[in-house]
Nanobody
Framework: QVELVESGGGLVQAGGSLRLSCAAS????????MGWFRQAPGKEREFVAG????????LYSDSVKGRFTISRDNAKNSVYLQMNSLKSEDTAVYYC?????????????????WGQGTQVTVSS
């Protein structure tokens, strides 16, 4: 049984920063892609960022490129999302996800495991 647990969400003012963490447990994660998605009220879940096992493949959505940075610590089976220059439109529930693919994909259907989500609220 795979478990992904997110932490680090909260309330922040526009222009501020937050760092999300996701810890994975339950199996070996060697070679797998880790990603972050988000879902705002009334909207579909959207891809935010993804990173391959070897760090060589990172992908960001256009809306967060230059502001967010994804990283991972394979020894700790963890992935992080550093979010800077936050905007009100970044408000959403953020989900950590794991894909058994080798290269990062933006397709949520290709991610096999999901966390419960952590709320990020940016006040303007």
């Amino acid at each position: 049984q795979v478990e992904l647990v997110e932490s680090g969400g909260g309330l922040v003012q526009a222009g501020g920063s937050l760092r999300l963490s996701c810890a994975a447990s339950g199996r070996r994660f060697s070679g797998y892609v880790m990603g972050w998605f988000r879902q705002a009220p009334g909207k579909e879940r959207e891809f935010v960022a993804g990173i391959s096992w070897s760090y060589g493949n990172r992908l960001y959505s256009d809306s967060v490129k230059g502001r967010f940075t994804i990283s991972r610590d394979n020894a700790k089976n963890s992935v992080y999302l550093q979010m800077n220059s936050l905007k009100s439109e970044d408000t959403a529930v953020y989900y950590c996800a794991l894909s058994t693919l080798v290269l990062v994909t933006t397709d949520s259907l290709r991610y096999n495991y999901w966390g419960q989500g952590t709320q990020v609220t940016v006040s303007s």
